[in-house]
């Protein structure tokens, strides 16, 4: 099992759905109360449990399961984690609740959206909602021991979208709304499914700048130093995409035609290309930039071209 020590009282379990190593991270914040942020999907819920053997976690002690959103990647594996854990609340937006409490609807759009992907990731079991926790923008989780995490709302990658601040170390937690780090080339990918809403993921990567992290503990997948840097660098990307496939909408572009001027225009995109390429990535692939692409698409057909 991967493990990997991020502070004193914090730790990063590498989940490898499908054994693909380097792409979902789980966290595991023990104070006097013990606390996971991102369960992961339900693929990879044996992965994190063998994860907090190693650390000698018991499942008893965990207080707390926090979920950025209910994305398969990043929730999924909640209700199968709660089996597990007895004395856990499960935190998360209270839009994403009635989707976990009845997940079939979440888990037909993810299969019509994710295709093979959310075979990955596998269907989510039901959630009962006297398990869960609605998060509030600003809410104070104290785990004791000077550790205390702060919940952020941070809408726009979706509508039910929260991130978590830890206080002690300045980590910040951000889920989604800050991209996708390839660790091992130092560089944010952009994610960007087809219900975003660029203005409310703009104000939220603006929100999340004024905490002054010290590090990002991303979802997908691990930590980067210069937080502050890379949410500002990640905003410009933003703008930098939309820019350029707006463009191709009022040329009249096929979307694969506007695909690859966004792998020219952004070296980062382009360098990931080729690594997840020839890694032959099952999930990081072409057919991830072109959904990525058309959530830009479907937000500019929904709201305008400007």
């Known amino acids: 099992m991967s493990i990997r020590k991020v502070n ?85 937006h209270p839009r994403g609740i009635p989707h976990l409490i009845n997940p079939e609807k979440l888990w037909s759009q993810a299969k019509q959206v994710l295709g093979k992907i959310a075979e990955i990731y596998g269907e989510p079991l039901p959630v009962s909602e006297s398990r869960m926790m609605a998060a509030k923008d600003n809410m104070q989780i104290d785990l004791g021991g ?40 130092d560089v944010v990918l952009p994610t960007t499914p087809p219900l975003l809403f660029l203005p409310k993921i703009f104000e939220s990567l603006d929100k999340l700048v004024t905490f002054n992290p010290k590090i990002l503990c991303y979802t ?21 995409w939309a820019s350029v496939i707006q463009e191709g909408l009022k040329n009249g572009e096929k979307i694969e035609a506007i695909a690859q001027r966004v792998v020219e225009c952004d070296s980062a995109v382009k360098a990931a290309m080729e690594y997840f390429g020839n890694m032959n990535h099952p999930i990081m692939n072409f057919e991830m930039l072109m959904r990525d692409i058309q959530g830009f698409i479907a937000y500019f057909e929904k709201y305008g071209l400007g």
């Open 8 to 92: 004193d009282y914090i730790y990063m379990i590498d989940l490898k759905p499908a054994n693909v190593e380097g792409f979902i991270s789980s966290y595991i914040v023990l104070g006097k109360e013990k606390a996971i942020i991102e369960t992961g999907p339900i693929s990879t819920v044996n992965n994190l449990l063998e994860g907090l053997k190693d650390l000698n976690v018991n499942f008893e002690d965990i207080a707390y399961l926090m979920v950025s959103h209910i994305h398969l990647d990043h929730g999924g594996g909640a209700g199968k984690l709660l089996q597990h854990m007895p004395n856990a609340k499960l935190i998360v």
């Open 146 to 185: 000077g550790v205390e995490i702060q919940v952020i709302e941070t809408l726009g990658h979706a509508s039910h979208h929260v991130s978590y601040y830890d206080k002690k170390s300045g980590a910040l937690f951000p889920g989604d709304t800050a991209g996708i780090y390839v660790e091992k080339l």
């Open 220 to 240: 997908h997948f691990g930590v980067a130093r210069d937080a502050v840097k890379k949410l500002e660098a990640y905003k410009k990307q933003l703008k930098l």
